[in-house]
């Protein structure tokens, strides 16, 4: 059965870095786009960042609200996401998801994990 589990979500202080997880299982990893999205409270959720597929060369692209402090990576071997997180800033508050997609419409999501960034 397919599944996304994000880990590393946590507290953290302005400024600090966390890098969250997504394992993937039950589906051709390596052949989806893969994306973080974010929903904090009271707020629609919000595109933070995609990597195309290893065929299409692992292209990423940012919100400009993250550009030059969170980097999305996959490791393929690992049927794994990342979301490097640098630079934190108490807006950056929210759940994070990790999402699998098809250009067919195919998608998964993952449960979340809970990012908080406050002194």
């Known amino acids: 059965q397919v599944q996304l589990v994000e880990s590393g979500g946590d507290l953290v202080q302005p400024g600090g870095s966390l890098r969250l997880s997504c394992a993937a299982s039950g589906f051709s990893f390596r052949n989806y786009v893969m994306s973080w999205h974010r929903q904090a409270p009271g707020k629609e959720r919000e595109l933070v960042a995609s990597i195309t597929s290893a065929g299409a060369g692992g292209s990423t692209n940012y919100a400009d609200s993250v550009k030059g402090r969170f980097t999305i990576s996959r490791d393929n071997a690992k049927n794994t996401v990342y979301l490097q997180m640098n630079s934190l800033k108490p807006e950056d508050t929210a759940v994070y998801y990790c999402?699998?997609?098809?250009?067919?419409?195919?998608?998964?999501w993952g449960q979340g994990t809970q990012v908080t960034v406050s002194s």
């Open positions: 999402k699998a997609w098809r250009v067919s419409g195919l998608y998964y």
